[in-house]
């Protein structure tokens, strides 16, 4: 613990105790009937369960805060899973969720993120936090989200039935492990150290005192704090091991003293030691023979809260070169006269702009020249290196298939994808290729018009390899006339990176010639 | 300014996924919490950029049990929010769907479907959820849930998706597919002043007696369709609330009788206000000898062999729906008495099919095109179809 933790908790340490105020004697109110939800008492918990120590605690570090710290306890929030210890927001009366099997941490994640003004806590059991939600802790302590998670721990599924869970010592019993726990069980505050938390403690039930002064550093931390408060569960657990063993099944408050002496017996108070060596110790009959209490862990890291909002400047940038794009867009004339149905295959490799290039088609015809277009792209594994694919649909009129039927339009920047498209062209369909990366076969298609240029070439000579697509599109539009220039021009400028646009419009503008002469030959 | 803030008025050439989160943001999401998953990703990422714009959080989670847990929570926070996802995704969200529902809880849930079963075809198309989107999530509800044809269209229903979550303090699911989240069309972005947005029936601070105050109110003059005001946490109403059976209060009640009270009001909320959820566009119905039900990408791409089937002098009427649930029965049960057969194109081996035949109830024929995922429809077949139905149409 650091030296400044350390004085803190010294200075909670001395500040007194609260005790009940003589009105609330008079009057015959428990201190604490404002946070409970008395109609919903009696509450559902056995005799002798460490549940309603650790709801008393929970409650007066609350009650503590309110009074010395001037918490507004309107803005609370307690969040619990399912399980004995889930039951506990249900009888709170705070702002009160009760979720899921393990789901507490996400749903609190939910909470805290949206509104950052709740002091939003999760209380909920070993099996909800550590079992079925342990996902959910690690990343929540991974982000240091700005919640506490009190996750009791009475070393077994108490709600079924006493079943082995992830918290069990090695070798202690359970309805599902009479033989024995042959599993290793979680050391929950060196899991929650480990995974990132900032706070990091755990007590019995018995250290009631120490708890409520850890609870109450727990909740004021800004970070993800995580208290484990070790409790018996008279019922199950003490039914089946040595800690409340051959005692009158019948007598559940007898049991759970006798835990409370056991953990008096076993219980360590090894305050700021490494969270690795805050051990639960067993025998070999699964007795439980140490169990290290104390707080292990106490540092000031900036939470998620702050993590997120120090972006936003840097997002607001992004938005501003956005819509800074949209507002200087030109209007252009609607294309003259009526398009029919279009189909154009793009081919080539990865890394040669197939997308980009299929983009820009459909981007000039649809935003510039008022065309309906439509571009989709061939996903899964042809799409990873091999011959990349991409189709874009024009037309005057309503695109109803978007898929290719009968490509009238193809343009070509590699051997491979030359090979894999060219039979789809339709019968007198125009196909355009990169001249010095395609090396037409004897038997090549005569049925079709094939026209090529060196557009890599033209590209490097310009001075950006990266620009042969370009080149394609400028010869593209000059063969073709499907959209008109300016509008392949202006979803250009609009489409590349910005120090790209005017050597990119060069190279359109090499290939748009080379197309018209072509053309006119 | 600050109104300006963030806004993206105009025509976009956009990928479906993308407007579907401009939609969102129009709307007013300001929370988005999902997970990776293909080929729903484009929108986590077009939110991650997006929601810090507009001064909203985006959090990546752990799974998609926590992404939907978390859009829980932010929505008690007051704030609108949103997950998307597909398949194998949509199956780990159903548990937290389904709190969502039992809570009221308004949020929106895409699932941009892919072919399954288990990992399926991550890349490809597939409407093979949408029996999933009616039942998957354990006991008795009623959802709601949209289906678009188009990047425009998803933009559009996301924002639809939220106005009906609001109202119905429910949550809302869009049922789009790869085929549309992964097609880039012209998107028109208009100005919000333009948009109906919704938000929920909601209490303040000091508008109730703490006291008198019940988080599930029963309609003061006995509309089934009444939707109870919502109270966000930090109120100072203290609510409760829970997964487990309850009462008005939020009170675990665990009998008979509140089971029954509790489930028919959350379904009476959505069947009592059937005209206004059920959004279907329908064409040349009158006289059809037979009608095309379909939906999303599957009832777009229809639209070619119909206008071929018309042309071959078939009587083809179309019915697209575009909330696929709830079920428009009484449309279809009422159609079967006067057309002489359905044909339902759907990219799956007949889920909505059983639903029209269900409907139909004998009083039409019913044929389905099917196929699992991996492409959309060939329209060859659709015509095929069409051909045999009117066929058997008019030999009856
Ligand atoms: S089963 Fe165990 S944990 Fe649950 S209430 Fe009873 S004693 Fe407590």
Known sequence: MSAEAMERSERLRIMNYDTPAESDWETGLHPMDDLLRGERLPHIWCQGCGLGTALTSFISSLKWLEKNQGWDLDKVAVVSGIGCTGRIAGYLRLDSFHTTHGRAIPFATGLKIANPELKVIVISGDGDIAGIGGNHLIHAARRNLGITVICVNNFNYGMTGGQVGPTTPHEARAVTAQYGNYEFPFNLPYLAAASGASFVARWTVLHARQLDWTLRKALIHSGFSFVEIIAPCSTAYARWNPEGKGLDPENLRRRGLEVMKHYQKVGKTEQGIHPKDAHVKVNSSGEVIEIVEGEFLDETRPDFKEAIDQRATTAEKFWLSEKNALDKRKKLPPKKGKVPRTEI???????????????IIGMAASIYNNLEACFTQSYGPEARGGAAGSQVVISSTPIHHPHLTQPTSMIMMSQGAYEKYVADLSPGGVLLIDDELVDLPAEHREDIKTFGIPATKIAQDAGNNRAANTAMLGFWTAVEGIVDKEAMQESIAESVPPKTVSINLDVFESGYKRGLDLVKK | MSKEKGRLTGEHFMLGDHACAEGAILAGCRFFAGYPITPATEIAERMSVRLPQVDGKYVQMEDELASMNAILGASWAGVKSMTATSGPGFSLMMENLGLGIMLETPCVLVNVQRGGPSTGLPTLVGQQDMMQAKWGSHGDYEIIALSPGSPQELFDLTIRAFNLSEKYRTPVLVMTDAEVGHMTEKVVIPPPEEIEILNRPQIYKGDVEPDHFRIYRESPDGDPGYVSPMVKAGEGYRIHVTGLTHDERGYPAMNAEANEWNVSRLMEKITANLDDIIELETDKLRNAE?????????????????????????????????????????????LATKVGAFVVPEINMGQITREVERCAAGNAQVFGVHKPGGDILDPGDVLDTIRKAAAVTQKN
């Open chain 2, 290 to 334: 037979v009608v095309v039900v379909s939906y999303g990408i599957s009832a777009r791409t229809s639209l070619w062999p119909i206008e071929q089937a018309r042309k071959e002098g078939i009587k083809v009427g179309y019915l697209r729906l575009i909330t696929v649930w709830p079920f428009p029965e009484d449309t279809i049960s009422k």
């Open chain 1, 345 to 359: 295959q793009l081919g080539g490799f990865g890394g040669q702009g197939i997308m980009s290039a299929a983009k």
